[in-house]
């Protein structure tokens, strides 16, 4: 396991935080093959695995195996009426997501669309599991992101818990969806098949399932 933290602040822009996701990329192929490699982070560090997913696209690298994307950003402005509908429900507030997109990019040298996960093509690339909580700020913005990678062509799934919110996956067995939905990124990361859940798997493409489980689960 790679390990690197993301930090998101006035003093700390988008391009080191890309740079640093690409180093530790590096680092780790170096060892390990890429089709063996799952990537995935919550938050602003779901922004940054699907923003290097699609940076190895554009450089012709080998994708990995998989992409997990815990209650994603994936807009640095705003979208979607969770983004102010939800404040009562969300540690995370609306307003705070748009203060960290101005902090990405404090003299508009990259632009939103370069910025945004949203605004990518992800058709080819390795497969995406998303998940989301139906009470988080970023619930709409991550509806949206899915069903325009499902138009492009991409493998992706986006697994939805009404009653969570941000980051709820740390609830850990505290709660029935939280136990459920780390369950749900133990089969994803050991290749098994992801089958749609009634009332939390909201959007999938036909491709992901043999997307994820071409490849044998690791021996440990």
């Not at 988080?136 to 009653?163: C, M, S, Y």
Request: with cysteine; proline share 5%.
């Amino acid at each position: 396991m790679v390990l690197r933290f993301l930090i998101i602040g006035a003093d700390h822009f988008f391009g080191g935080a890309s740079e640093d996701a690409r180093a530790a990329w590096d680092i780790l192929t170096g060892s390990v093959v890429p089709e063996k490699i799952v990537v995935i982070g919550d938050s602003a560090g779901a922004h940054l695995a699907l923003m290097l997913l699609d940076d190895l696209g554009n450089s012709g690298r080998v994708q990995p195996a998989l992409c997990i994307a815990l209650c994603p950003w994936v807009d640095n402005a705003e979208r979607g009426e969770s983004m102010r509908t939800n404040d009562h429900f969300d540690l995370v507030q609306g307003w705070m997501a748009l203060k960290f997109g101005e902090w990405l990019d404090p003299e508009g040298r990259y632009g939103r669309e370069a910025l945004s996960p949203i605004f990518k093509d992800y058709s080819g690339l390795g497969p995406i599991y998303l998940q989301a909580g139906g009470r988080e700020i970023f619930r709409d913005p991550a509806l949206e992101f899915a069903r325009i990678q499902v138009e492009n062509g991409a493998d992706v799934v986006l697994d939805l818990w009404d009653d969570m919110p941000h980051d709820f996956q740390a609830y850990d067995s505290m709660f029935a969806s939280s136990t459920q939905a780390l369950a749900r990124i133990r089969t994803a990361v050991h290749g098994l098949a992801l089958h749609p859940l009634t009332d939390v798997t909201r959007i999938t493409s036909d491709e992901f399932a043999a997307a994820v489980t071409d490849r044998a689960p690791p021996s440990v």
